[in-house]
């Protein structure tokens, strides 16, 4: 259970850290996509469509990532949008095919309206934010903080701990998120927490309460 917990909350921060994926193929797409927001990567079609006809990465995890990846870029790139649409004949995989033709035909904004709050909905908005730099995603993840406290929905509890858990790392990474967040301490004082944090921190914190909800027969 413990280990599980941790996948989930690593697919989070993927697109920050080196470390998380173990495959080359994984880590150097992660890379990209990270910095995409900064870059803005001519290749990025061309790329994308290479890595998901390669990559063996657990589609659960990958579709939130593409997902809020390039629902954003979508939404914000009409090119982009377009030289997908022309090339999507070249997606081998007939899910990840399905996930970018419904992408393209859609408004991520109204798919956020919809979604409920998870670990998945986190994912989603940090790989949008990665993908512009549009804070919007940032205050997203902020907004399912509060879950963290509930001890009764475990889905929604996870979704709290994912978002301190994220933020905090990402805060270490990405000078963009570290001042965004900085901005807000008066606003939002539970913030500075995170930001004098380390991410172990939130971790070891969220599985101490996971136990004690199990021991409780709470949460099995």
């Known amino acids: 259970m413990k280990n599980l917990l941790i996948t989930l909350l ?3 921060i993927l697109f920050s850290s ?3 994926l173990a495959q080359n193929i994984d880590k150097d797409f ?3 996509l990270s910095n995409y927001h900064l870059s803005k990567d001519s290749g990025i079609v061309e790329k994308s469509i290479d890595y998901l006809n390669k990559t063996q990465m657990d589609y659960e ?3 939130s990532i593409v997902t809020g990846f390039y629902g954003a870029v979508f939404l914000n790139d009409e090119a982009i949008k377009k030289d ?6 070249l997606l081998k995989k007939p899910k990840i095919k399905r996930l970018m033709i419904f992408l393209l035909s859609s408004n991520i904004d109204t798919v956020y309206s919809k979604a409920k709050v998870s670990i998945t909905l986190n994912t989603m908005n940090w790989s949008s934010f990665f ?4 804070t919007k995603y940032l205050d997203h993840i902020i907004e399912n903080i509060q879950y963290v406290e509930n001890r009764t929905d475990r889905n929604l509890f996870l979704a709290g701990a994912s978002a301190k858990t994220s933020l905090c790392a990402n805060s270490k990474k990405s000078d963009s998120v570290y001042k ?3 901005s807000l301490i008066e606003k939002k004082p539970f913030l500075k927490e995170i930001l004098e944090n380390d991410p172990k921190y939130f971790q070891n914190e969220m599985i101490d309460i996971l136990k004690i909800q199990r021991e409780n027969r709470l949460w099995n």
């Open 180 to 182: 965004y967040l900085n």
């Open 61 to 63: 995890i990958l579709s």
């Open 84 to 89: 997908f649409g022309n090339k999507i004949t």
């Open 18 to 20: 080196k470390k998380v």
């Open 30 to 32: 992660s890379e990209i």
């Open 10 to 12: 690593l697919s989070i």
């Open 131 to 134: 993908a512009t730099g549009n």
